[in-house]
Each structure stands twice: as C-alpha cells, then as structure tokens.
Nanobody
Framework: QVQLVESGGGLVQAGGSLRLSCAAS????????MGWYRQAPGKQRELVAAITNDGRTNYADSVKGRFTISRDNAKNTVYLQMNSLKPEETAFYYC?????????WGQGTQVTVSS
C-alpha cells in the first residue's frame, strides 16, 4: 500500500509556470515508475509524463520541451515542472504508480490556466 498526495496546483496565467509535487507514504524506489496524468472536464485521463526508478523519462508529445518530471527518492517525492502553460491544459493532475498488486492514484490537484 502507498498513499500519494499531490500539491502545487493553482491558478496561473497562460505562459506561466507551476511545479506539482507528489509525496508518497513510503519509498518510491520500490516502484518501477511514477507518473503524472491529467483529466480535463469531459475528457479521458491522459498520461502527461512518467519516470522510471533509474531516471528514464517519457512525455506526452504535447508537453515535450515544456514539462519536466523528476524524482527525489530521499524525499519519496515526484515533481512535475510545468512551463509555458496553455489554457487547454486546465485539468486535474494526478500522481500514479503501480506494484504487482494494484494501481495507486492520488486525490489530484487542480491546475487552472487562464487566457
């Protein structure tokens, strides 16, 4: 079991930046990968970025070059630095991981980008 708690969301103007944090209740090194997803109203949840426990990263094409995912194993925390935000990226952002038993989600943090 692990609890994931996201923070760092808020209201930002288009072109602005936010850094999201995902704090895990136990060591994240035990998970092969951690990811950030987002879900906008009326849309499906989509993968934004993921990072493996050896530091390999994967990004949605729409955020490449603007978002950066990172992890601090000592703090059991994963970050998502989001730059040059666009209004269409307004959504709930969720932290995710999985183990051999199940998938885990945080409660989400709202990101609102005003035009």
């Amino acid at each position: 079991q692990v609890q994931l708690v996201e923070s760092g969301g808020g209201l930002v103007q288009a072109g602005g930046s936010l850094r999201l944090s995902c704090a895990a209740s136990r060591s994240i090194f035990t998970f092969n990968a951690m990811g950030w997803y987002r879900q906008a109203p009326g849309k499906q949840r989509e993968l934004v970025a993921a990072i493996t426990n050896d530091g390999r990263t994967n990004y949605a094409d729409s955020v490449k070059g603007r978002f950066t995912i990172s992890r601090d194993n000592a703090k059991n925390t994963v970050y998502l630095q989001m730059n040059s935000l666009k209004p269409e990226e307004t959504a709930f952002y969720y932290c995710n991981t999985r183990d051999v038993f199940r998938e885990y989600w945080g409660q989400g943090t709202q990101v609102t980008v005003s035009s």
